[in-house]
């Protein structure tokens, strides 16, 4: 089996099965009934892109595990999501930070994705593409709402860019192995990820008015399974139907 | 033999393709491009549908009607086979199905789907499938399924779904 291309299909699917869990607690949550929608909708678009991944994932492990087993019955340490993607939901605008800083970050990776010589890659890339651009549509028209607003929103907004910013690098770190992958042309990378999204974000979040918080230091470790404390939150949540009645079904 | 298998493949073709859309009833999964094919390869019947969105929840919906029409006709033992490519594209739906979304209320997607703008629904206009005005407002971007979005009329103050572009 193919070591690397099962971990990165699996962090793929981590990244997005952890931040579809936390847009889908805001069901029956959202501040008007349309926004409580937007946000479960998206919920449901990330899980099904976390399902192809992780039934990608167990077709190359061979193991027999299936897209279930993969998402609710491993310990946290296996979970290599980013720490963006499990921070708490906050208010209304943290989550359209958060949602802003992963959405930018995820068009530009499936975008790259697209040109994967890997067929099964590049077909999941191209099917989520068009959602995920509609995501980011939707999360840039909210951040401009809400930072151009009134002095509250844009003290909030610029709260919630002081609290997050620095999950933001983790989004385009680089592992060695990754090389491996694109060598292989099974993953396409651009030149200079990081280069390329942080210079969207700040050009954004300084035509929004908010400043941003360079000196903190970035923050890492999700994608090695370092996770943050909410992350055992998260998963006592997730699994726990999984856990309390093995193998049930919907 | 050849004959006879390709025969029956498009019989079987003809059982499904009048299998109707769980969330739009008006709708058959062939016109909304969700059925791609049947076939019978060594006397096992296969077939293909696409997801619409990833996470749509009516697909399993989809996967049982089919199977149960297939068993009505005497058809057993059937696999649906989830395909992801090509990927699904709202510029499959023809346009008598377009019209029937309209009789039905919903405004039916506008533009192509290879253009960011109709995709995004930026400068969409719509026409209110009720009274037929042009003086229609966004509501929402997102609606009762993944596949619409929110819409009401100015003129006769109806709220309507928008099927969108993707």
């Given at each position: 089996m193919n070591q690397s291309l099962f971990k990165y299909s699996l962090h793929l699917g981590d990244n997005a099965l952890i931040i579809g869990h936390r847009l889908s607690e805001w069901c029956g949550h959202g501040p008007v009934l349309e926004q409580d929608i937007a946000l479960t909708n998206i919920a449901l678009d990330f899980v099904g892109q976390a399902r192809m991944w992780f039934q990608y994932a167990g077709e190359i492990e061979g193991?027999?595990?299936?897209e279930d087993d993969l998402a609710y019955l491993?310990?946290?340490?296996?979970y290599t999501n980013c720490l963006l993607t499990e921070q708490t939901n906050g208010h209304w605008g943290k989550t359209i930070l958060r949602q802003y800083l992963y959405d930018v970050y995820n068009y530009q990776l499936y975008e790259d994705l697209m040109?994967?010589?890997d067929e099964r890659i590049a077909a999941i890339a191209v099917k989520s593409i068009k959602e995920i651009a509609y995501h980011r549509e939707f999360s840039t028209d909210w951040l401009y709402r809400l930072s151009g607003g009134t002095e509250e929103s844009q003290q909030k907004m610029q709260e919630a860019l002081d609290e997050l910013y620095h999950y933001a690098g983790e989004l385009v770190e680089h592992f060695s192995w990754e090389q491996e992958l694109a060598q292989q042309g099974l993953i396409q990378r651009r030149e200079n990820p990081g280069e390329a999204y942080f210079s969207i974000i700040n050009h954004e979040m300084d035509r929004a008015g908010l400043d941003v918080p360079y000196d903190r230091p970035m923050q890492t470790g999700g994608r090695t399974g370092l996770h943050t404390e909410h992350m055992g939150f998260i998963l006592t949540e997730l699994q726990y139907m999984q856990r309390t009645y093995p193998g049930v079904e919907w | 033999m050849v004959t006879d298998t390709t025969k029956e493949e498009e019989r079987i073709y003809d059982i499904l393709r009048k299998v109707k859309d769980p969330e739009i009833p008006v709708l058959t999964i062939e016109d909304l491009g969700i059925l791609r094919g049947v076939s019978i390869d060594n006397g096992e019947l296969i077939v293909k549908i696409t997801p619409t969105?990833?996470?749509?929840?009516?697909m399993d919906m989809i996967r049982r009607y089919v199977l149960l029409a297939l068993e009505e006709e005497g058809y057993e033992n059937a696999r649906v086979e989830l395909i992801l490519s090509p990927a699904w594209t709202t510029d499959w739906i023809s346009e008598e199905a377009r019209q029937k979304l309209k009789d039905y209320g919903i405004a039916p997607p506008q533009g192509d789907s290879r253009d960011k703008r109709s995709l995004l629904g930026l400068d969409t206009k719509l026409e209110c499938?009720?009274?037929?005005?042009?003086?229609t407002v966004l509501v929402?971007?997102?609606?009762?399924?993944?596949?619409k979005a929110q819409y009401k009329c100015n003129e006769c103050k109806e709220p309507f779904e928008y099927f969108k572009c993707h």
């Open positions: 193991k027999g595990r299936t491993r310990l946290e340490r296996d040109e994967s010589q | 969105y990833n996470g749509c929840p009516a499938p009720h009274c037929g005005s042009e003086d929402s971007h997102f609606g009762s399924t993944a596949c």
